[in-house]
């Protein structure tokens, strides 16, 4: 019985150092700018990686991200504008609200926790305590328009 669990133990141990060695820096090099194989991809990617994309609520909404604003008809949410800036760590993105032109708050979000819940099957998730958003759609914003070179969202 002990060797077993010694032979379990060391094959656990073999796998945090694959895990460590081949994913970890494969994640860095997907939400990293740095690191790119080619130098103009790189370039237009790091421009990309570092800035900020800006929509009204009314926009969001039709695009599915938004599905509800507390205390707003989804006609009043082009009232509400949010930003998405992208943070010098990879896959942390801050967002901004403003609703009627007052900023109202500020939170962070982990792009390896938007991955997280939507592994664990979670679709709708809340951010500033009164906005509904879409999980999997997030994700997909933040994917076009901060890591591929497409820009399908517009």
Not at 77 to 97: M, R, Y
Request: proline content about 3%; hydrophobic content about 40%.
């Amino acid at each position: 019985m002990m060797i077993q669990a010694l032979a379990d133990l060391k094959w656990l141990l073999k796998c945090r150092t694959y895990i460590t060695l081949r994913v970890d820096p494969s994640m860095f090099n997907l939400l990293s700018p740095v690191g790119r194989s080619h130098k103009s991809k790189a370039d237009k990617h790091a421009r990309k990686a570092h800035g900020t994309i800006k929509y009204s609520g009314g926009k969001l909404n039709e695009k599915g991200v938004i599905l509800e604003i507390e205390g707003l008809k989804p006609n009043q949410f082009k009232n509400a504008q949010f930003e998405i800036k992208a943070t010098a760590d990879p896959g942390l993105f801050e967002v901004g609200a403003k609703f009627m032109g007052v900023e109202v708050q500020k939170v962070e979000v982990n792009f390896q926790d938007l991955l997280q819940l939507q592994y664990e099957g979670v679709a709708v998730m809340e951010m500033f305590g009164k906005t509904k958003i879409n999980v999997n759609l997030l994700i997909f914003l933040l994917n076009k328009k901060f890591y591929s070179s497409g820009n399908a969202l517009n």
